[in-house]
């Protein structure tokens, strides 16, 4: 048997001798994030057109959290096995797999006819995000083996998921402009071929020849869970949090995830390797990294229907006017390893949750007579806060786990992500529709409208500006104008619970996170773990034994 300093020293130079150039892995690191900018971008570019598709598809609020959600869920639910399957089948294949479904989604999405079909469509949309989300990431942290080049690297990626996620209105803003508001998906088809082809000549493959068998029971078990606990929180504001419907939702995704805890604990195979939470850095870095999305999706969710029903603005200008929170974040994000370098994850990331949870707490001082200025201020705390976040967890969730891994550690992180974004749509929108629903009732009880109108008018913000122009004169006037308050009481209200949840994040933090990495590469083998790896360059492929 070679001694293990020997196989070590064997390891690095059959690794050396097949990993890419600096050149070409600039060129590999361009197309994944290429990738990830459209797959977060698609996540927000919705937020602007939804005024738009209550006009055109006549969807009520519930449906509109299900346009945003549908996608997420299925996302989060799936991107486990998708890690596995990466690791299983080649991350390579998977991406590639992945790309040509999601640019299906998005052709028939932006054919759709009904909120129905949009929400099939962008289900299926989901799954093509799965496959690619958590391969873009073990591919990264393949290509660049070198702490520093890899935690420089995440940062890029890390910005680039940001920048999506940011700039989503303002692309959409622009294409709603232009065009019609299905050319919001119908832009991801191009981009997706012209990645697709870049990276079938570029990307490499890797995967873990010892990796086990597929989990589709834990798949099954975590897509229920999170479907039915979303539905719950979706639905509640128009069934009633009180009804028989929603408890059983609710209690039935309680006993679905804790049976899919308990299956994962037994099975030979589980699909999310429940040991990685032994470490605090990865538990509390992936906590970290759901409540900031929880924060950015939720807020963006609301603050697009602020600037365009209470402010006037339109799609475009909506989207131009939350770019500050884009540009900081992408600055922040990139510039964040560097802090981390000086002060530690812990403060970095604590410091951003604390900025968080001051955006939000300035956006819930919103009354019907304030600006653009007036929250401005809240905007670049909220993009800051996020920047100083996303990268140093990300980085902290990578490297606590052994690099064979590294595509269920991917997925458990993308999961965290999405996960994080779906609750924060789902609980921030509940929440303002339920306040929202409540103060438009005692306003419209006794109003001589059809009952389709008054319908409308308890759906969204939106509706009820559409009755109020139908109906006209003093009263349609009064209508708008309450209808305007109860949506600002009801988004500040929404607002005061983010900043509370972001203020707990922040002591969650500070207490919990360590100092220092308690990465489970010692344990596991971390090192050993790269004589495992396979890597497919320039055609061929290279076992390290």
Same mark, same amino acid.
């Given at each position: 048997?070679?001694?293990?300093?020997i196989?070590?020293?064997?390891?690095?130079?059959s690794?050396?001798?097949?990993?890419?150039s600096?050149?070409?892995?600039?060129?590999?690191l361009?197309?994944?994030?290429?990738?990830?900018?459209?797959?977060?971008?698609?996540?927000?570019?919705?937020?602007?057109?939804?005024?738009?598709?209550v006009?055109?598809?006549?969807?009520t609020?519930?449906?509109?959290q299900?346009v945003?959600?549908?996608?997420?869920?299925?996302?989060?639910?799936?991107?486990?096995?998708?890690?596995?399957?990466?690791?299983?089948?080649?991350?390579?294949?998977?991406?590639?797999?992945?790309?040509?479904?999601?640019?299906?989604?998005?052709?028939?999405?932006?054919?759709?006819?009904?909120?129905?079909?949009?929400?099939?469509?962008?289900?299926?949309?989901?799954?093509?995000a799965?496959?690619?989300?958590?391969?873009?990431?073990?591919?990264?942290?393949?290509v660049?083996?070198?702490?520093?080049?890899?935690?420089?690297?995440?940062?890029?990626?890390?910005g680039?998921?940001?920048?999506?996620?940011?700039?989503?209105?303002?692309?959409?803003?622009?294409?709603?402009?232009?065009?019609?508001?299905?050319s919001?998906?119908?832009?991801?088809?191009?981009?997706?071929?012209?990645?697709w082809?870049?990276?079938?000549?570029?990307?490499?493959?890797?995967?873990n020849?010892?990796?086990?068998?597929?989990?589709?029971?834990?798949?099954?078990?975590?897509?229920?869970?999170?479907?039915?606990?979303?539905?719950?929180?979706i639905?509640?504001?128009?069934?009633?949090?009180?009804?028989?419907?929603?408890?059983?939702?609710?209690?039935?995704?309680?006993?679905?995830?804790?049976l899919?805890a308990?299956?994962?604990?037994?099975?030979?195979?589980?699909?999310?390797?429940?040991?990685?939470?032994?470490?605090?850095?990865?538990?509390?870095?992936?906590t970290?990294?759901?409540?900031?999305?929880?924060?950015?999706?939720?807020?963006?969710?609301?603050?697009?229907?602020?600037?365009?029903?209470?402010?006037?603005?339109?799609?475009?200008r909506?989207?131009?006017?939350?770019a500050?929170i884009?540009a900081?974040?992408?600055?922040?994000?990139?510039?964040?390893?560097?802090?981390?370098?000086?002060?530690?994850?812990?403060?970095?990331?604590?410091?951003?949750m604390?900025?968080?949870?001051?955006?939000f707490?300035?956006?819930?001082?919103?009354?019907?007579?304030?600006?653009?200025?007036?929250?401005?201020?809240?905007f670049?705390?909220?993009?800051?806060g996020?920047?100083?976040?996303?990268?140093?967890?990300?980085?902290?969730?990578m490297?606590?786990?052994?690099?064979?891994?590294?595509?269920?550690?991917?997925?458990?992180?993308?999961? @965290?992500?999405?996960?994080?974004? $779906? /609750?924060?749509? *789902?609980?921030l929108?509940? #929440?303002?529709?339920? %306040?929202? !629903?409540? &103060?438009?009732?005692?306003?419209?009880?006794?109003?001589?409208?059809p009952?389709?109108?008054?319908?409308?008018?308890?759906?969204?913000?939106?509706?009820?500006?559409?009755?109020?122009?139908?109906?006209?004169?003093?009263?349609?006037?009064?209508?708008?104008?309450?209808?305007?308050?109860?949506f600002?009481?009801?988004?500040?209200?929404?607002?005061?619970v983010?900043s509370?949840?972001?203020?707990? @994040?922040?002591?969650?933090?500070? $207490? /919990?996170?360590? *100092?220092?990495?308690?990465? #489970?590469?010692?344990? %596991?083998? !971390?090192? &050993?773990?790269?004589h495992?790896?396979?890597?497919?360059?320039?055609?061929?492929?290279?076992?390290?034994?």
């Open positions: 048997m070679i001694d293990h300093s196989r070590q020293t064997l390891a690095a130079r690794e050396a001798s097949t990993a890419p600096q050149h070409r892995r600039s060129v590999i361009g197309v994944l994030c290429l990738t990830v900018l459209i797959i977060n971008l698609d996540g927000t570019i919705l937020n602007v057109a939804l005024p738009t598709i006009t055109s598809l006549h969807a609020s519930s449906q509109l299900w945003v959600d549908s996608y997420t869920i299925v996302l989060a639910g799936l991107l486990l096995i998708a890690g596995s399957l990466g690791d299983r089948l080649g991350r390579k294949r998977v991406f590639l797999g992945g790309l040509v479904l999601f640019a299906a989604g998005s052709g028939a999405s932006a054919f759709s006819h009904s909120p129905d079909q949009l929400i099939a469509a962008r289900s299926f949309m989901g799954v093509g799965a496959l690619i989300m958590p391969s873009t990431l073990s591919i990264l942290t393949n660049y083996t070198k702490p520093t080049d890899r935690a420089r690297a995440i940062g890029l990626w890390s680039t998921s940001g920048l999506g996620l940011a700039i989503g209105p303002v692309v959409g803003g622009w294409l709603l402009t232009h065009f019609w508001w299905g919001v998906f119908l832009m991801n088809v191009p981009i997706a071929l012209v990645t082809i870049a990276a079938l000549f570029v990307v490499p493959d890797s995967h020849p010892a990796a086990k068998p597929i989990d589709p029971v834990g798949a099954g078990l975590s897509l229920a869970g999170v479907t039915l606990l979303l539905w719950g929180i639905e509640a504001p128009t069934m009633g949090w009180s009804s028989v419907s929603i408890l059983v939702a609710l209690a039935g995704a309680l006993a679905v995830i804790g899919f308990l299956w994962e604990t037994h099975t030979s195979h589980p699909m999310l390797e429940l040991s990685f939470f032994e470490s605090r850095r990865f538990s509390v870095a992936s970290g990294l759901g409540l900031v999305l929880f924060a950015l999706s939720g807020g963006l969710f609301l603050l697009t229907q602020y600037l365009q029903f209470c402010l006037g603005y339109s799609a475009f909506t989207g131009l006017l939350i500050p884009a900081v974040l992408v600055v922040v994000a990139s510039l964040s390893s560097l802090l981390v370098r000086s002060l530690g994850t812990k403060i970095v990331v604590a410091t951003g604390g900025l968080i949870a001051l955006g707490a300035l956006l819930a001082t919103v009354t019907t007579h304030s600006t653009y200025l007036d929250v401005l201020p809240a670049f705390l909220l993009g800051i996020s920047g100083l976040t996303v990268a140093p967890c990300t980085e902290s969730v490297g606590s786990v052994p690099m064979e891994l590294a595509g269920v550690g991917s997925a458990t992180n993308s999961t @965290a992500l999405q996960i994080g974004g $779906a /609750l924060g749509v *789902a609980v929108g509940s #929440l303002l529709n339920t %306040r929202y !629903r409540d &103060d438009m009732l005692s306003l419209l009880t006794g109003l001589a409208a009952p389709s109108s008054l319908h409308s008018a308890m759906g969204s913000l939106g509706g009820a500006l559409n009755v109020a122009g139908h109906i006209g004169g003093a009263i349609g006037a009064h209508l708008a104008r309450s209808a305007r308050q109860s600002i009481d009801a988004m500040t209200f929404a607002v005061t983010a509370v949840l972001s203020g707990v @994040a922040t002591v969650f933090v500070l $207490a /919990l996170l360590p *100092a220092k990495s308690d990465y #489970l590469g010692p344990k %596991r083998g !971390r090192r &050993d773990a790269v495992d790896v396979t890597m497919e360059t320039s055609g061929q492929s290279r076992s390290i034994e």
